[in-house]
């Protein structure tokens, strides 16, 4: 019988697995995948969707439907590196973005937005480091180097960047979020209410548990 046994594993060897190892190893590939990410994509649906989402919450913000990927923006920081690279389930650590973005001299609605960024980072406490920022900033007010975590990205080599929201960011800069899947998904304009975006932010981390 140990024989016959070795025979059969030495001709399973020679020839190839078989059609029954090859579907055993498919189904073993799937599960793992689907532990791996599948809380990821859950969370991902339920936020973008407000499914199984019992509060009925309502976004203080703008959605952006369908979310854009950042890649297509062509944002570069200022040592060349993509915008995108910082994204993706594949990372091992990706976090969410506040992007503070304006055309033309950054003035009084711009710099509060950038102010406005800092203080609900700051705000969301524990969750603080889940949350990055950054800006762009064609003209940037002279005293942005009091704020150290918000590098300056500029236009990759495309040049024309296309905004999502269809806004005109000279007269209307905005903060658009970015999730840590790399997709712009939402945005608030000028005259936003800290709170209420604070509250946005928190209820989506709380329902992703991503970045």
Known sequence: ????????????????PTPEQV????????????????????ATIMYYTGWMNPAGHSNNGTLIQPPVPVAELGLVSA??????DRFGPMLDETSW?????????????????????????????KNQDRMQRAAYLPSPPADLSGYPEMPL???????????????????????????????????????IDGKAMLEDLKHLMKISQIG
Do not use: H, K
Not at 79 to 84: F, H, M, Q, R, V
């Open 1 to 16: 019988m140990a024989e016959s046994r070795q025979q059969s594993q030495a001709q399973t060897s020679a020839t190839g």
């Open 23 to 42: 579907r055993r190893g498919r189904r073993t590939a799937l599960l793992l995948f689907a532990i791996g990410f599948g809380p990821i994509v859950l």
């Open 79 to 84: 040592d060349g590196e993509p915008l995108a």
């Open 97 to 125: 973005m506040m992007l503070v973005v304006a055309e033309g001299p950054c003035g009084d609605a711009c710099q509060q937005l950038v102010y406005l960024a800092r203080q609900v980072n700051t705000a969301l406490g």
């Open 153 to 191: 990205l500029e236009a990759g080599e495309s040049g024309a960047i296309t905004w999502p929201g269809e806004v005109d960011l000279e007269q209307a800069p905005q903060i658009y979020v970015i999730d840590p899947f790399g997709n712009v998904m939402m945005r608030y304009g000028v005259g």
